[in-house]
């Protein structure tokens, strides 16, 4: 029975990032290099991976245990001497049981897992097949030799390429599909005999295509290859080219989304762990990120970016919503200019308003905060109301304390309610009141001064302002 294993090569410094962050970490749609490239050979039928680390290796094990367990192992490339013997120094990491190796690389987010499942397919027909692309600029890319029976005979690096050679635009974007037998023999008997004085990877094709037709599964037997799209191969080699790369990812994801029923606007940023359901509506200039997650029929405005938030079916999520770490419930209505920071919960036909910030508070069904207000800290009751320039005072400068609002109650404007206090059920608060003890349950609470009308008064006023005014120098 085949049992693939893939060996992703993510050892490189990536000097041309120009950062301290290893390359293959850095974010592409919402997750680094590396996993798109790990997923990729996961979803292909791989069993399991080794990652074969160098520089920031400590940053890239402790990543790779977190996301993907024990299906991802790691081996220690402490010297750069070239790609064959970086995926020697993966080896002794291979399981017995292990018949194919799928040798790819850590900074190709764009590669397909399709494109990896076909790959392993023809694998079955030779001990080495290989993907292959043709690009109107081959400059940089190993090149496809063949011979005047189309068959692959070898790959020739652009350093040791002659000008004939150098003139070939099929290229080797360096993802192959091994005979594991094969590739222990290969690997040993790979000599440093080129320009840069490595162990060239690509040396393995010339071997294979030298023993055609011998035992495909004991040591050698033939090369096999399948096309791909070039623009899916592409390598990352500084941040403009993560840019582009991340483009096209989101193309990508809005493309699959739209296929599945969504209206997803140009524009929209997508990230690949986010899932949105059908007839869901993703408008201009919205960032999903992270966990979130899009109800059916929902609509998310123009210039929302939500983090980790989790929006029911047919909420309504006017422009430039902002949230993290949030609950939107069915038919729940939030902005303009909302921000609901980690721990809201809006249940079912709530409403927040524009200029609305909520932090760690639940509005349960049918309340509605709709202006200019603060909600830190709170449990909001079933059909409330929070009146405009409302702010729960839940900091005392050393703890956080909670304000609780009964079910139907009504908080008047400019109400501040310093916590921890209850408001009850059916209870009112007047407008402009400071609320510094609970109110019981269907109770008018009150703190406004005396107002007191001084007729005249004004007129006064303005003529001595006006006096002093003209009395400047």
Do not use: W
Not at 119 to 129: D, F, G, M, P
Not at 146 to 151: G, L, T
Not at 373 to 400: H, M, P, R, W
Not at 433 to 439: E, Y
């Amino acid at each position: 029975m085949s049992r693939t294993t893939a060996i992703v090569l993510a050892a490189g410094k990536g000097t041309r990032m120009k950062s301290e962050l290893p390359k293959v970490l850095h974010p592409c749609a919402g997750a680094p290099m590396l996993d798109h490239v790990v997923r990729a050979a996961l979803e292909a039928g791989a069993e399991d991976a080794v990652v074969v680390v160098g520089h920031g290796r400590e940053a890239v094990k402790a990543h790779l245990a977190a996301r993907f367990g024990d299906r991802v192992r790691t081996a220690v490339q402490d010297e750069q001497r070239g790609t064959g013997h970086a995926v020697q120094c993966a080896l002794p990491a291979l399981r017995p049981e292990a018949t194919t190796a799928l040798l790819l690389y850590g900074d190709t987010p764009l590669v397909r897992a399709e494109d990896l499942a076909r790959l392993l397919a023809v694998r079955e027909t030779a001990s080495v097949a290989l993907l292959t692309c043709r690009v109107s600029d081959p400059r940089g890319y190993g090149r496809i030799i063949r011979d005047v029976s189309d068959r692959i005979v070898g790959i020739r690096e652009q350093r040791d390429a002659s000008e004939a050679e150098r003139a070939i635009d099929e290229v080797n974007p360096g993802m192959y599909a091994v005979a594991v037998p094969f590739l222990r023999d290969a690997l040993a008997a790979l000599t440093p005999d080129n320009v840069q004085g490595e162990l060239y990877l690509t040396d393995i094709v010339a071997r294979a295509a030298q023993t055609e037709g011998v035992d495909r599964e004991a040591s050698s037997g033939g090369v096999a290859d399948c096309a791909a799209d070039a623009n899916t191969l592409v390598g990352i080699n500084d941040r403009a080219q993560l840019a582009a790369a991340e483009d096209a990812l989101f193309h990508r994801i809005a493309d699959e989304r739209r296929r599945a029923g969504c209206t997803i606007r140009a524009g929209a940023r997508i990230d690949v762990g986010v899932e949105v359901a059908p007839e869901a509506i993703i408008e201009h200039g919205v960032v999903l990120r992270g966990r979130t997650r899009v109800g059916p029929r929902a609509r998310i405005d123009v210039g929302c970016v939500l983090d980790d938030v989790d929006v029911a079916a047919d909420a309504y999520l006017q422009p430039y919503t902002v949230a993290r770490d949030a609950r939107i419930g069915a038919r729940a209505t939030t902005g303009p200019f909302a921000h609901l920071r980690p721990e809201s919960q809006l249940d079912e036909d709530t409403k927040v308003g524009n200029f609305v910030e909520m932090k760690k508070t639940r509005l349960r069904r049918g309340a509605k905060a709709s202006h200019l207000s603060y909600l830190g800290d709170g449990d909001v009751g079933e059909g409330a109301n929070i009146g405009a320039g409302t702010i729960f005072c839940n900091y005392d400068g050393v703890q956080k304390h909670r304000t609780t609002i009964g079910s139907g109650a009504f908080i008047g404007s400019d109400s501040q309610l310093v916590a921890p206090v209850t408001v009850g059920a059916g209870a009112y608060v007047g407008t402009g009141t400071t609320v510094t003890k609970d109110v019981p349950a269907d109770a008018l609470a009150i703190g406004r001064a005396p107002q007191a009308n001084k007729e005249g008064y004004a007129r006064r006023l303005r003529g001595r302002m006006e006096a002093a005014k003209k009395a400047k120098p």
